[in-house]
Structure formats: structure tokens, C-alpha cells
């Protein structure tokens, strides 16, 4: 099992910057890649960002150039950061944290969840 602990998000006014971090714990080696997806009000889930093992990233193209995403690994924790700049009313959602799980396939694992609220 894999553990999933989110911590950031807030308010911020547009133009602002804001910084989310996710934990990973458990059976880590289980799980690749990772990501935040986020959910707006009326709106699919998507995904924003994710990062591999290895540390290829994507990007969902309308955060190109304003989010960044990054990871720290060690033997028992994997800790993956979502540093958000310049952003938009319309990045507005509750941003969940992910980790696919792969060895063996099965159903990803998710955070609770952290709001995130950008101000016009």
C-alpha cells in the first residue's frame, strides 16, 4: 500500500504563486509515475502534471511555463513538489495528488485533495 500526504494550496490573488508537495510512503517502488490532477467545479478531473521515476515530466498546455514539477527520492519516501507561478482565476480546483500504480497493475493511488483558490 501506498501512502499519499498533500500539504499547500490556499488563496492567492491572480499573478501569485502558491507551492503544493505530496508524500509518498509505503511500497513506493510499486508506483510510477507520479502527478497532481485537478477538479473544478462543473468540471472532469485532469491532469496537470505528472513526473516518472526517472524524471520525465508532462504538462497539461495551459500550465506550460507557469507550474513546475519535481520530485526528491529516497529509499522510503517520495516526495513530489507542484510549484505554481503566475497563476490564473481558471487554475481555481481542488488539486489531487497521484501515484499509478504498476508493479503489479492496479488501481492508482490518490490524496484528499487541497483546494486551491485564485483570486481575480
Known amino acids: 500500500q501506498v501512502q499519499l500526504v498533500e500539504s499547500g494550496g490556499g488563496l492567492v490573488q491572480a499573478g501569485g504563486s502558491l507551492s503544493l508537495s505530496c508524500a509518498a510512503s509505503?511500497?513506493?517502488?510499486?508506483?510510477?509515475?507520479m502527478g497532481w490532477y485537478r477538479q473544478a467545479p462543473g468540471h472532469q478531473r485532469e491532469l496537470v502534471a505528472s513526473?516518472?521515476?526517472?524524471?520525465?515530466?508532462?504538462?497539461v498546455e495551459s500550465v506550460k511555463g507557469r507550474f513546475t514539477i519535481s520530485q526528491d527520492q529516497d529509499n522510503t519516501k517520495n516526495t513530489v513538489y507542484l510549484q505554481m507561478n503566475s497563476l490564473k482565476p481558471e487554475d481555481t480546483a481542488v488539486y489531487y495528488c497521484?501515484?499509478?500504480?504498476?508493479?503489479?497493475?492496479?488501481?492508482?493511488?490518490w490524496g484528499k485533495g487541497t483546494l486551491v483558490t485564485v483570486s481575480s
Open positions: 497521484n501515484a499509478k500504480k504498476r508493479i503489479p497493475p492496479g488501481m492508482d493511488y
Open positions: 509505503g511500497t513506493i517502488f510499486t508506483i510510477n509515475p
Open positions: 513526473i516518472s521515476g526517472n524524471g520525465v515530466t508532462n504538462y
